[in-house]
């Protein structure tokens, strides 16, 4: 843990770091509020550009343009609505949060040992997030946002709200749902890349602990749902047109329920797989009246404005991130958002196929099922301000996966002249060829140095 941890890219730590700063320790720059994520990607992004359009940088492709044409039409859509100066500010902080992150992820994780590194920096802060968390849940306070009150000021809209008689924690974000939809977003990822059982274990548990002390239903349905994804993966692994048998099982299994039940699938889902029934049928009546105004604007959406919506409906809040973005940018802005990803995930499912080494297969099948389920469950969770801006993060972490170049270069063990970088970073491929062996997923196998006047020696599998 801690030789990945210093593995991890400076630029990372700070990013990360800033997920947990709580809000009230904004700066106000000209009228401009500053949360810390946000200054952070101001630090980073100028370095994560430099090291994107280096010669030897990164391959963009198809997804990272989607990602930059949804960011760009966003800005366009909400400066166009804005009134005076409004919109070009919510964008540009919209854009920063989007593009900034995403690119900072693309910049900074290049190979498999910064992944790791990345990954191993993100549950650490979910521990410490888990830390401060539970016992505001057992002790009824909140104990970070009362302090950082006392200490600044700024007081944070924030509810003391209770379910099977705990509160709801915030630790240092700014909202309970939060809290436990970064935790529960790397449950999958945590349990493929562990090369240990006892190492899954352990940061399953890190994971559950946080994502509890939320007491939110989106989250812990998020993490129920990487775990059966992951238990169906492995049961139907080997299964000849898995993918097209499991669509036609769910459109099967939807046509069924749509028949015998008097209240549509999504209905049932929505008030009988959460915690407090009347959110997730209040979630329903979002969706109904957002869709309405969606179709009365389909091209460049509503913007900032309110929607429309009974009077009994006070808060203008969307619980629901596809949804609000469809709203705000019409249906481009969402078709595109919607495209990066499912980009984003072909391109990573196709790069880690049967040739890729095993622990490359491992890491995108944990990435992917993570990112379904964060996605599914932004379907019921407003995502805004760290959680936004660490969603684009972590679409853009497997993109090293993607990028035949490198992916190629981890294939290849130099014993007697390793790169300066892999040098710098420790590799454990440059210590053995037993190591090299292990790393791709060939544990227990031995290979023999060819002599020191051989280039490269390729491991193989077979």
Request: aromatic share 10%; hydrophobic share 55%.
């Amino acid at each position: 843990m801690a030789t990945r941890l210093r593995l991890t890219p400076l630029p990372i730590v700070l990013l990360v770091a800033s997920f947990l700063a709580p809000t009230e320790l904004s700066l106000y720059v000209a009228g401009l509020r500053l949360p810390p994520h946000r200054i952070a990607l101001l630090l980073i992004l100028p370095f994560a550009m430099a090291r994107l359009f280096q010669r030897r940088g990164p391959r963009l492709g198809a997804a990272d343009a989607a990602v930059a044409l949804f960011t760009a039409w966003s800005v366009f859509a909400l400066t166009y609505h804005g009134t005076g100066t409004s919109g070009l500010v919510f964008a540009s902080s919209l854009a920063l949060e989007c593009l900034g992150a995403y690119l900072a992820a693309r910049a900074y994780v290049r190979n498999e040992q910064d992944f790791r590194g990345t990954l191993a920096t993100l549950v650490l802060a979910i521990a410490i997030a888990a830390l401060i968390a539970l016992p505001e849940t057992l002790l009824g306070r909140h104990f970070t946002h009362d302090a950082m009150q006392s200490l600044t000021g700024y007081i944070h809209p924030r509810a003391l709200e209770r379910r099977m008689g705990l509160l709801r924690a915030y630790g240092t974000f700014d909202h309970p749902i939060h809290l436990g939809t970064f935790a529960a977003s790397l449950a999958a990822l945590v349990w493929c890349a562990s090369p240990r059982l006892s190492q899954r274990f352990i940061g399953l548990s890190v994971v559950g602990a946080a994502t509890l002390a939320a007491l939110s239903s989106a989250p812990i349905l998020c993490l129920a749902l990487q775990i059966g994804l992951l238990i169906y993966e492995r049961m139907t692994r080997g299964l000849p047109s898995r993918t097209f048998l499991s669509l036609a099982g769910l459109a099967l299994a939807f046509a069924l329920i749509s028949l015998v039940a008097t209240r549509s699938p999504f209905a049932l889902i929505a008030t009988g797989f959460t915690l407090d029934p009347w959110t997730g049928y209040y979630r329903l009546l979002i969706w109904e009246y957002g869709i309405a105004a969606l179709l009365a604007n389909p091209v460049l959406g509503i913007g900032l404005a309110e929607w429309e919506r009974p009077h009994w409906m006070y808060s203008e809040t969307v619980d629901a991130f596809w949804l609000l973005i469809a709203m705000r940018t019409g249906f481009p802005g969402i078709v595109l958002m919607l495209t990066a990803v499912a980009l984003a995930i072909r391109t990573v499912w196709r790069a880690s196929g049967p040739r890729a080494p095993r622990p490359i297969q491992r890491i995108a099948r944990g990435w992917i099922v993570a990112l379904v389920a964060m996605s599914l469950a932004a379907a019921t969770v407003h995502l805004w301000n760290v959680v936004h801006t660490y969603y684009f993060f972590f679409l853009g972490l497997a993109g090293w996966i993607a990028d035949p170049a490198r992916l190629g270069q981890s294939a290849v063990v130099r014993p007697n002249a390793p790169s300066d970088a892999l040098s710098r970073r420790r590799s454990r491929w440059s210590e053995s060829p037993a190591a090299a062996a292990d790393a791709v997923g060939c544990p227990g196998r031995s290979f023999r140095q060819r002599p020191a006047a051989t280039p490269a020696v390729r491991v193989s599998c077979g």
